[in-house]
């Protein structure tokens, strides 16, 4: 069994480095990837100690950067790198880049002015939250806003939250590349460092068409596979993924996306109980 998407407390995890390797000796992880959001601080870390103590399995370099493609919001995972090549890029670019909120902010009022959505006066101030959270309540204030969006939109910030930085014809649409590199940046960078890029959980976004997107980032040459098994994904989703890496001939990956006691239904190796994981499907990622 392997499991090659999992966090630490170094992004959003709950769990520090050395437990995590703990977990995942106990539960007899074969491979694992450790894939923090936007930093590679458990590398560093690893380096500096004698983990192989630990964790008797092998370790793959590994990272899950925020992005952007084609307007599309999205998670690009990043293995098998060379962790000195890639460090300084991510450090300078990710780990102590600040997020443009003020600018994100603008964005979406703007947005919603061109759009005719009823907003009132309003200042960002980051002591309330996110953008988004400022914003969202006031455009729901005003019932004759309801007409421009979906049901769910109207009802749940997360989906709301999902159409306004995936969705170009979303009356709130903010395009993030403001706050990240581009996809085909972080390709380029990745591949310098010797590494492989995969889609992550593909049906996390809520894409209409999301075998488009795919397709835009296969032709594109962005990615290298796709992340096929992971806790979110049904056996239909999963049985659509590898038909599709299957007929392109892209690699596959997969994992947990264990946070830790955060997330504690979701667990290392096994997700919500059976993604299980064969070490076969690295036979094609050519590591060697
Ligand atoms: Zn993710
Ligand atoms: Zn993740």
Same mark, same amino acid.
């Given at each position: 069994m392997i499991d090659l998407h999992t966090h630490t407390n170094y992004s959003d995890g709950s769990w520090d480095l050395k437990k995590l390797l703990e977990e995942a000796e106990k539960s007899e992880i074969e491979v694992l990837s450790i894939t923090d959001h936007d930093t590679l601080k458990a590398y560093k870390e690893i380096t500096e100690d004698s983990y192989n103590q630990i964790f008797k399995g092998e370790i793959i370099t590994g990272v899950e950067f925020s992005t952007v493609y084609n307007g599309v919001f999205f998670h690009l995972l990043a293995y098998d790198f060379d962790y000195k090549k890639l460090n300084n890029w991510v450090h300078e670019?990710?780990?102590i880049r600040k997020l443009n909120l003020n600018i994100e902010f603008e964005f979406m009022i703007d947005s919603c002015k061109k759009n005719h959505i009823k907003i009132g006066d309003l200042e960002y101030d980051e002591s309330k939250g996110w953008p988004i959270d400022i914003i969202y309540p006031e455009i729901k204030k005003h019932? /004759?806003?309801?007409?421009f969006f979906k049901e769910e939109e109207w009802n749940h910030i997360d989906v709301f939250f999902n159409s306004c930085v995936t969705n170009k014809n979303f009356p709130v649409f903010v #395009?993030?590349?403001?706050?990240?590199?581009?996809? #085909?940046?972080?390709?380029?960078?990745?591949?310098?460092?010797?590494?492989?890029?995969?889609?992550?959980?593909?049906?996390?976004?809520r894409l209409e068409n999301i075998i488009q997107f795919l397709d835009i980032l296969k032709d594109n040459r962005i990615i #290298?596979?796709?992340?096929?098994?992971?806790?979110?994904?049904?056996? /239909?989703q999963i049985s659509i993924l590898e038909k599709y890496c299957n007929y392109h001939n892209l690699l596959i990956s997969g994992g947990s996306d264990c946070h830790g006691e955060k997330k504690?239904?979701?667990?290392?190796g096994i997700g919500y109980g059976n993604i299980n994981i064969s070490k076969n499907i690295l036979n094609n990622w050519n590591r060697f």
């Open positions: 670019n990710y780990e019932q /004759e806003n309801k007409k #395009d993030f590349s403001i706050h990240y590199p581009t996809a #085909d940046v972080v390709a380029k960078e990745v591949r310098r460092a010797g590494g492989k890029l995969f889609v992550a959980h593909p049906f996390r976004y #290298d596979g796709v992340e096929v098994y992971h806790s979110s994904h049904t056996k /239909e504690a239904d979701r667990k290392i």
